[in-house]
Structure formats: C-alpha cells, structure tokens
C-alpha cells in the first residue's frame, strides 16, 4: 500500500500520515494512519474502542468495515453504524429535566399529559425564558457548524455540542431521553431524524443534519440544520434547497387563528412541486418546559391535527423531505429512522413563537439574515 496516499484519521487533521497503529496491525486493520505520535496519544482514548470488535478475528478488515452490530439486520442504504464513545457526563451544577436522572430516561412531566390536546399559552415571563433558551440553543449549533466537515467524526460534533452546552449551563435535552446516549442528533444521508452519533467520519459528499436542544432555566429551545459536506451532488442540493423552501413557507402562514393542521398542506404542496415526498412518521411539537408536547404538527397534508394557534403557543416545524419513499423503518437501536429505499432525506427545524400579529422565530439564526449554513 502505498503510505503517501494515506491521511491521518484524527478529527479535523488529515495531515500525510506514515504512522500505523500497531495493535491495528496485529489485528490486521487496515487503514488506521497517524501523521505524528502526538495525534496518536491524543486520539488512543477514541480510537482503541476499534479493537475490541476485531480481537476474536483473524481478518484482515479496514478500519470502516470491522464494527457490525447487527450481523442479520439488512440496511436499506450504504450507511453503516459505527462505535460509540461512553455517554458524556453533566455536571451536578446544571440543572436538568426530570428525565435526566431517570434509569429509562422517562418524561415524567410529559407522560402525565400524554393524550391531553390543550396546547399551553405562555405568559410573559416565560416567553423570555423561551427565548434565552432558544438563543442558546442556536449558538451551541452555531458552535458545531464551526467544526464540521469532511474527515470529522459525529461523535467529535456530540462533543463540540455537549461542551458548548455546559460552557452555557445548559443541560443537553437529547441526553438520556427514553435512554438516547448522547448530546445531539446527528442525521446523514438516508438517516431521516434521530442519528446517533459515533466514529464515523463524515466524507465528501455526505449531508448532515445536526439537531441540537438545549434545556435552560426550566425551558427547551429546539432546532436543526442539515450541512452540505464537501462537494455535493447537485440532486443532493436541490433536496436540501426544497426543505429549507418547505420550512420557510410554513413559517410565514404562522399566525393566531391558522389551524395547525394547515401547516402540513403548504409542506406537501411545496415538497411535491420537486418530486420529493413528506415523511409522515414524525412531527413538529409543542414546547417550553417541556420538551415535547402539545400541540403535534404532522408536515404532511389531510392531517388531522387539533388546535388553532394563538398567541402565547411555542412549538416547533420541522419537515423531514425524502427523495423517493415517504416510509421509514429503525435501525436496531431503536433510534435511527432511515429511508426505507435508502434514498435521501434532509431535514430543518425551528423553535416558533405565536405572537399577537403573526410569528417570531425564537431559534433563528442570527448572522447573514438568518440563512442556513448551506446557503454560505
């Protein structure tokens, strides 16, 4: 193998690298170069977790190919799951949700609303605590955009965000959530919400939505991007494009007396005129104390969502816009919603407030207009 092609595997280095890992030898996985001893020791804690799935085997593998945790389980795209790093840790002095803490990661709070359609209307002083929260939240993904890109793993972004959530003592939502083991939601190509993240590296051509919560003072602010990676197709692009149109066009109808129902047919309408099809498994949502409730926003249209805005409501729109099939199915660990053809799918999410003459978007982004990273 030629050494001078090989690219040091450290996040965000990619320097020529000549160094080989040599338990990676010894166990004969290929492809595990470093450009230096110190990028080595730097990144052992991360990159021995590699080992233990090729300890028993006497194959040789490449460093992308040796993790199967599911050997009977038929993915419907080209991803695949990667080893994951240790839950990350908050600590004591945060203050947390009532999931937090909890072995199953049960919303106590929300459970006990669980089938209620009373949609909160938050008075004033709420309302600015929804929007520090919020704030915050857009700088934690303001933070992640920073750092993302070809060659940096998921599981590099989760820290980013984990850190970035603590530096603002904020509690990450995502965390322990129904038992969901890291900071953020990291969705690429085919995976339609709810990613996990770990080593894998992202590459050329890749898309990656990145989901961040944040839990703030009693209060969640909830939003999302997907970013182009590298050089990316032009198909890829005009998905993108199109489910950043569809959120943007539901935004603007936002105001009290529209029925909630309505936001799903401008969604259709718009996903439709670009040949792309509305995910119908998972919905916007009430929020504010709680992270997800009252009222549910289905994306698609003819729903049969409850309620009529009214100033004061906090919820969330976040279509998820699929090249081929609407339908979904979950990888084995019970989170990773991908496409069921394998296709793609993009996604965006805003935190919006009802206000007395029509919509204040808590989340926005607040450089460049407001526009999506993938318009830079």
Request: aromatic share 8%.
């Amino acid at each position: 193998m030629d050494t001078e092609s090989n690219l040091c595997i450290t996040p965000y280095c990619n320097a020529p690298a000549k160094l080989q890992c040599p338990t990676c030898i010894k166990f004969n996985i290929q492809g595990s170069y470093f450009c230096s001893q110190d990028c080595f020791t730097k990144n052992w804690s991360d990159h021995k977790i590699v080992h233990k799935s090729a300890r028993d085997s006497g194959k040789t593998f490449r460093i992308d190919e040796i993790y199967n945790p599911w050997p009977n389980y038929r993915f419907t795209g080209k991803l695949r799951a990667f080893p994951m790093t240790p839950k990350r840790v908050v600590p004591d002095t945060i203050p947390r949700p009532d999931y937090a803490e909890n072995k199953e990661g049960r919303p106590i709070s929300e459970l006990a609303l669980r089938g209620s359609s009373v949609v909160v209307t938050l008075n004033d002083d709420e309302i600015e605590a929804m929007r520090v929260a919020c704030k915050l939240g857009r700088e934690v993904l303001d933070e992640a955009a920073k750092v993302i890109g070809a060659g940096v793993t998921t599981e590099e972004i989760d820290r980013v965000v984990h850190e970035a959530c603590i530096d603002r003592e904020s509690y990450p939502s995502p965390l322990n959530y129904y038992k969901f083991p890291k900071s953020c939601c990291t969705s690429v190509n085919e995976v339609i919400c709810h990613g996990i993240p770990d080593m894998r590296p992202l590459r050329d051509g890749d898309i990656c939505n990145i989901d961040v919560t944040v839990y703030h003072r009693g209060f969640h602010g909830d939003l999302n991007e997907t970013f182009l990676i590298g050089e990316v197709s032009a198909d890829a692009k005009k998905l993108v494009k199109n489910t950043w149109e569809c959120l943007q066009k539901s935004i603007e109808m936002v105001k009290p007396g529209v029925r909630y129902r309505e936001i799903g047919n401008v969604i259709q309408k718009h996903a439709q005129s670009g040949g792309y099809s509305v995910v119908r498994s998972y919905c916007g949502h009430g929020i504010h104390r709680l992270f997800h409730t009252a009222p549910s926003i289905p994306h698609y249209a003819k729903n049969k969502a409850v309620g009529i805005m009214k100033p004061g409501h906090t919820f969330t729109i976040e279509p998820m816009i699929s090249e081929g099939t609407w339908r979904d199915e979950q990888w084995p660990d019970e989170w990773t919603a991908v496409t069921m053809d394998g296709k793609l799918s993009a996604q965006f999410e805003e935190t919006l407030l009802v206000t007395d003459t029509g919509v204040e978007i808590l989340t926005r982004r607040r450089e460049k207009n407001g526009q999506p990273y993938f318009m830079d």
